[in-house]
């Protein structure tokens, strides 16, 4: 039995066309994972940014801060948590507003309760915690980012309507200017 050039030419054609449905069904369902793994994300990271805040309106009513600066960080507190879209500015007013309350002269000797204490590892964790659920987001855009800009993907469309996701830009940063400079990113505020 011989096979002529057209049944050999049938077969190359039935494997490429096997063996691209199979890559793309695996390029689909990739990004579909990497669009899964940003929702996740996005929603860590947002519980985090509500925890943080949360924290934060606690400390303003504890009555361990002056009334100034208790109304500060209750108003910026509030803001950040109430911000629907365009929350960059906000938290990172919220930062801010952290930033100068625990950079206030004589800041740790004026708190003296014990309870204090407890309250300021809370904060430092909450603020730990948007530190990373910000870079595990921030990762997920830029992975499915990648994803989408392949030449495969765009062609066939695969994303299908899903916009392209954005970074979340925003100061997390509770130390100073001069403390990041000695490498530090997130204060110990407790001893």
């Known amino acids: 039995m011989s096979w002529g050039p057209p049944v050999i030419y049938t077969i190359l054609v039935v494997a490429a066309v096997a063996i691209t449905g199979v890559y793309v069904s695996w390029r689909a369902g990739r990004l579909d994972r990497l669009h899964a793994r940003l929702e996740a994300a996005r929603a860590a990271l947002d519980a985090a940014l509500i ?4 924290v934060a309106l ?5 009555g361990l801060l002056d009334p100034a600066t208790s109304l500060l960080l209750a108003g910026v507190a509030h803001d950040a948590r109430s ?6 500015l906000p938290e990172s007013d919220l930062t801010r507003a952290l930033r100068a309350v625990f950079g206030q002269p004589g ?5 003296g309760r014990t309870d204090a204490e407890e309250l300021l590892t809370e904060l430092e964790s909450a603020a730990h915690q948007v ?8 990762d997920a855009v830029a992975a499915t ?6 030449p495969l993907v765009r062609l066939l469309r695969l994303a299908g309507g899903a916009p392209l996701p954005e970074f979340f830009e925003i100061e997390d940063s509770l130390v100073g200017a001069a403390e990041a400079a000695q490498g530090a990113d997130i204060p110990h505020l407790t001893s």
Request: proline residues 0%; positive net charge; without cysteine.
């Open 107 to 111: 800041f740790r000797a004026s708190l």
């Open 145 to 150: 980012r990648a994803a989408r800009r392949r």
């Open 83 to 88: 911000a629907q879209s365009g929350q960059e």
């Open 51 to 54: 925890r943080r805040s949360s």
């Open 131 to 138: 530190f990373l659920a910000r870079k595990f987001y921030n």
């Open 58 to 62: 606690e400390l303003a009513s504890s």
